[in-house]
Each structure stands twice: as structure tokens, then as C-alpha cells.
């Protein structure tokens, strides 16, 4: 029991949610209403700061660090857990607009967007941002 309960504590780590996103991330999957769906966070490479982060509503795959939400799970692969390892998940609606953002520890520079950063590890020199926004 207490090796689960560690293994819980590690996982909680890698990525966090706020309230606000939790909620709305509960209002998705029940219009989904597909039991096995989780939310995956993910990187991808591209956007203006080279790499971007990435949301969608998906079943588990092999590989994947599951991280349980209490009603729902976060999937994370194994390439993208090294990058937004401490990272918190939030949900923000605004005037400027309603989204998903990921406040990430380990980002060097972000664009303004809000969805493209790099990390020390990914040398470079920043460049501006080229969102648009």
C-alpha cells in the first residue's frame, strides 16, 4: 500500500490541474460521454518557440504515464513527461479569449500565446513570438 501511495505522490508531480481546468475538462468528457477517454497533454515540435504544447480528449496507449484526476485521468507519453515534468494545467476565460495554458517550470522563454516555449536544454537564442496574438 505505501509503494502505491509513493508512485501516487511521483505522478502527481509530473503535471497538475487547477480547479477551473479540471471542471472544464469534466464538462468535456461528459459531452463525450465515452467512459475510456482521458485528456492527454502533450509536446509537439513547432510553434514560434519551438516546441508547443498540445491538448486532446484520447484512451490510454502503451506507454503512457497515467496520472488519475479522481474522475478522470491525464496521459502524458514518455517523450513529453520530460518536458513539462512540475508543469500545472490551468483554464483561463477571459476577455481575450477562453483556452487551456500550461504553466511550465521548466520553460525558458514562452510566447505570448501561451502554447509554444523552449527549455534550456533546447539551446537557441529566443526569438520573438510569432503567435499573432
Given at each position: 500500500?505505501?509503494?502505491?501511495?509513493?508512485?501516487?505522490?511521483?505522478?502527481?508531480?509530473?503535471?497538475?490541474?487547477?480547479p477551473a481546468a479540471s471542471e472544464k475538462v469534466r464538462e468535456l468528457?461528459?459531452?463525450?460521454?465515452?467512459?475510456?477517454?482521458?485528456l492527454r497533454v502533450f509536446v509537439a515540435g513547432g510553434g514560434c518557440s519551438g516546441l508547443q504544447y498540445g491538448?486532446?480528449?484520447?484512451?490510454?496507449?502503451?506507454?503512457?504515464t497515467v496520472i488519475s484526476m479522481g474522475d478522470f485521468n491525464l496521459l502524458v507519453d514518455d517523450m513529453s513527461v520530460t518536458y513539462i515534468n512540475g508543469s500545472e494545467v490551468d483554464y483561463v476565460d477571459s476577455l481575450m479569449?477562453?483556452?487551456?495554458?500550461?504553466?511550465?517550470?521548466?520553460?525558458?522563454?514562452?510566447?505570448g500565446c501561451g502554447?509554444?516555449?523552449?527549455?534550456?536544454?533546447?539551446?537557441?537564442e529566443a526569438r520573438g513570438c510569432g503567435c499573432g496574438h
Amino acid at each position: 500500500m505505501i509503494e502505491q501511495n509513493q508512485q501516487a505522490a511521483i505522478e502527481t508531480q509530473i503535471i497538475s490541474m487547477t480547479p477551473a481546468a479540471s471542471e472544464k475538462v469534466r464538462e468535456l468528457l461528459k459531452q463525450e460521454n465515452d467512459p475510456s477517454l482521458g485528456l492527454r497533454v502533450f509536446v509537439a515540435g513547432g510553434g514560434c518557440s519551438g516546441l508547443q504544447y498540445g491538448m486532446t480528449l484520447d484512451e490510454e496507449q502503451e506507454g503512457d504515464t497515467v496520472i488519475s484526476m479522481g474522475d478522470f485521468n491525464l496521459l502524458v507519453d514518455d517523450m513529453s513527461v520530460t518536458y513539462i515534468n512540475g508543469s500545472e494545467v490551468d483554464y483561463v476565460d477571459s476577455l481575450m479569449g477562453a483556452g487551456f495554458t500550461v504553466n511550465n517550470p521548466n520553460a525558458v522563454s514562452s510566447c505570448g500565446c501561451g502554447h509554444s516555449f523552449k527549455t534550456a536544454d533546447g539551446g537557441g537564442e529566443a526569438r520573438g513570438c510569432g503567435c499573432g496574438h
